[in-house]
């Protein structure tokens, strides 16, 4: 999403503040709704995507700034564009970075109810020494490639992640096992049972656990670039499982899912059902595996194979699209499907 205006709310420079990092704990519970966050000894929920959230910012001195920055969307929306480590939202309140405002002292910020403009919104920010705010957090597609940027001061300047996974390479993605309270990780859209994809452009989806760690931990003083994708489920905690939207696909649409195979014989994880007769009925896919290279894509029960590796197979029989894909050699594997009228391999 582009960005028309922004607002920037007198933060407060970060070396004000930034001795007060790691004096925090997090503890991720078996809720399935939220987190829970130790703050100043007082625990307060972090809500987790698609929630609702609210606070109330309370400024302890005439014209102290709220710790955060907004900016209207290219949909009309506002969002929080920056949290500032230390600052009053993030010790007040559970918002953080990619947030959707959509109310402040009571005063509606949506689009549907003709939205507000950023001197509006500014206007509420100064008006009073408290500000509620109402907010839902963002909801991605499965599927979706994150990037975020951390700057470290220093090589020892911890990232704020846990890693969760297993020791066995190129089957069990490496996750974010939690992220701690205004950490750098905080202040990004990395959330908890997240899939690591990249640590500074090296490809971890083949690496263990302890590689990947490693790599992490490794990294240098300066910018960290982490690369992670939205998983279909969030394995590393009961409390984030099942809070990502799947995309709703229209009939008709042809969707291309990509796999990285190794070896040769990395199972992809869908099975296919069709009729024999060539040219009368499509080949379909009947099932994905759980955890699966083809359950990290798109590719869904029902739909209809268009091509393998840019072999078409609308015409071919349901033996010889079989036998095309067992035999897909190793490394890139794409695979073309479309969006029946009718789910038929699965209710």
Partial sequence: ?????????????????????????TTLT???????????????????????????????????ALGLSMAKMADGNIMITKTLSGGLAVQQTPLRYGDVILSMNGQDCTV???????????????????????????????G??????????????????????STKVATDPVMIGSVAHDSLAYHTKLDPGMHIVTINDQDCRLKS?????????????????IQVRVPNTLKASDSVQNCYQKPILAVGTVITAVMEKYPAKTPLGITLTGSTRVADDPVVIASVTHDSLAYHTKLVPGMHIVAINNQDCRLKSLSEVQQLLAQTPAGTVTIQARVPNTLKAAA
Avoid at 114 to 136: C, F, H, N, P, W
Avoid at 209 to 225: D, H, I, Y
């Fill in 209 to 225: 656990l302890r590689e990947v760690q490693r790599l992490l931990s490794n990294a240098p003083a300066g910018t960290v670039t």
């Fill in 144 to 165: 979706t490639v994150i990037t975020a940027l951390l700057v470290k001061e220093t090589t020892k300047t911890p990232l704020g992640i846990t890693l969760t996974g």
């Fill in 112 to 142: 549907a109810s003709g939205g507000k403009t950023m001197e509006e919104v500014a206007a509420m920010l100064t008006a009073s020494d408290k500000v509620e705010i109402r907010a839902q957090k963002p909801i991605l597609e499965v």
């Fill in 30 to 64: 078996s809720s399935s709704t939220s987190s829970t966050t130790k703050m100043n000894n007082k625990a307060v929920t972090v809500a987790l995507p698609g929630s609702i959230v609210e606070g109330t910012i309370t400024r302890t001195s005439k014209g102290q």
């Fill in 1 to 25: 999403m582009k960005r028309r205006s922004s607002l920037r709310d007198m933060e407060v420079p970060d070396t004000k503040v930034k001795n007060r990092r790691g004096s925090r704990t």
